[in-house]
């Protein structure tokens, strides 16, 4: 599957954004999908996941609460909804998959098979 992010920008402290990821292909809807980032000199880590269905998700500790992950899977399309924003929160964003039909625990542990270009979020204190 070959994923597009979109919809980062410049967002002040306490304020919100939502990114999205169009994924190609028929089978969107057996990809697990989750979010990644990647702040400067720093590793990428895993942000949220969300299941086939879009039933379950997971979420990192450092943005329960915060952040919404979903999906549209008529529209071959995974958002991530971005509220109560830090400075912390600066990062790119990456949209990922796992190979089709494995679940969400995959991208859980980093087993990654698809990137999207990343979409850079910048939050100012």
């Known amino acids: 599957v070959q994923l597009q992010a979109s919809g980062g920008g410049l967002v002040q402290a306490g304020g919100s954004l939502r990114v999205s990821c169009a994924a190609s292909?028929?089978?969107?809807?057996?990809?697990?999908m989750g979010w990644f980032r990647q702040a400067p000199g720093k590793e990428r880590e895993f942000v949220a996941s969300?299941?086939?269905?879009?039933?379950?998700?997971y979420y990192a500790d450092t943005v329960r609460g915060r952040f919404t992950i979903s999906r549209d899977n008529a529209k071959n399309t995974v958002y991530l909804q971005m509220n109560n924003l830090k400075p912390e929160d600066t990062a790119v964003y990456y949209c990922?998959?796992?190979?089709?039909?494995?679940?969400?625990?995959?991208?859980?542990?980093?087993?990654?098979?698809?990137w999207g270009q990343g979409t850079l979020v910048t939050v100012s204190s």
């Open positions: 292909g028929r089978s969107f809807s057996r990809y697990s």
């Open positions: 969300i299941s086939w269905s879009g039933g379950s998700a």
């Open positions: 990922a998959a796992p190979k089709e039909d494995e679940a969400q625990g995959a991208l859980i542990s980093g087993r990654v098979e698809s």
